[in-house]
């Protein structure tokens, strides 16, 4: 019971700030869908993209301060907890910093991938231009929302991804209807909302929690530094595996038809929904298993982790029977085309296993994260794309599109399966 009301506390902050996430995009969607011309969503969507491809790279941020930090308040030093969001703020404004630098090329080469047509890449490249200038505020507020979790403090983050989406709306609806400056005030918008949310996260780290001053010479102290980059590379590697099997498994339905490639993305939305809710809890092992790992009590520990995978099962039978029951329902919901919601209610069983297979793999990085074995996460991504792309290749030919369901799911589980085995491996040498 204590393990369930402590997991629920951080979790269920965690899992509104995550279904916010996708609001600021689809606000600014929303607003470009009403200014006159397809071309402005096409550019926003291009755009969007092109910031989900450099932000997600830097998911460290948040993963690496939240071990960090959980393992600090559970040895009650406030001094260590300081420094790790001092260094994590460094880095993040640093690499926003050198992002806005390299601006015109890296939205160039960005877009030069994306392939968009001249229309549609004049005006994502304006909406980039605009947009960037909210990279170190973006990077900052990963770092805090990572420092937030590893404070047991879910719900500031959850107030920042609130107000975030707020002021996004009102600045965004203001500038476009209220100005008529289009595409520049969606961006604008978006910008000024991402400042005002890193702003916000800044006071409440100041007011409640009043970090301790550390002099930057104890922040660039060469040893620790070392150690901090060297978790936050792990992790920014595993990032890289996880993007390249995210973007195999879009190119793998793209060679198969539009219709294929459409029917893939609808079923991906159950996924998203799953991993949702799923990543409250995983915030929620970073937070407390981190927290008994500082605090050196290992009983607790073990305990939590039952709990968690307890948890995570649970989870993973309800969302598969409402996959189950009402799957169908969902995806003729999401789109009109008969063709395609026909084909993805072909497939749909593949989407319905996705919860058994996968929630040992949010768990299980949740509570690496808060023990901060962030090589043996690489270690188990690895084999997992390793397992990933063996299995699809072969079966390709034979099975179409059924092959890269089978290698996800596989994927998927074994990711977790291999972090279960290397945990208790570690634990048998501790």
Known sequence: MKHRREIFAIAWPAIISNLTTPVLGLVDVAITGHIGAAVYIGAIAVGGTMFNMLYWLFGFLRMGSSGLTAQAYGAADTARQALVLYRALMLAIAAG???????????????????????TGALAGRYFGICIWGAPAVLATYAMSGWFIGMQDSRSAMAVAIATNVVNIAVSLALVYGLGWKIEGVATG????????AILGAVIIAIRYRPVRQPLKKMLERRQLAAFFKINTDIFLRTCCLVAATLWFTH?????GTDVLAANALLLQLFMLFSFFMDGFAYAGEALAG???GATDQKSLRSL????????????????????????WFIGMLAEDKDV??????????AVIIPATGFLAFIWDGIFVGLIETRAMLMSMSAAIIVYFALYFPLADKLGNNAIWLAFNAYLLTRGVIEWLLYYICRQKT
């Open 97 to 119: 910093a050198l992002m806005i630098l390299l601006s015109e090329p890296l939205g160039q080469q960005i877009l030069d991938f994306m392939d968009a047509d001249d229309a």
């Open 190 to 197: 978006t910008t000024m909302a991402q400042w005002a949310g």
């Open 252 to 256: 793998a339905g793209a060679v198969q």
């Open 291 to 293: 927290k008994y790992a």
């Open 305 to 328: 982790i039952r709990a968690l995978l307890a948890t995570g099962a649970i989870c993973a039978m309800v969302f598969a029977a409402l996959y189950l029951i009402a799957g169908e």
């Open 341 to 350: 919601v026909a084909l993805a209610r072909h497939y749909l069983p593949w």
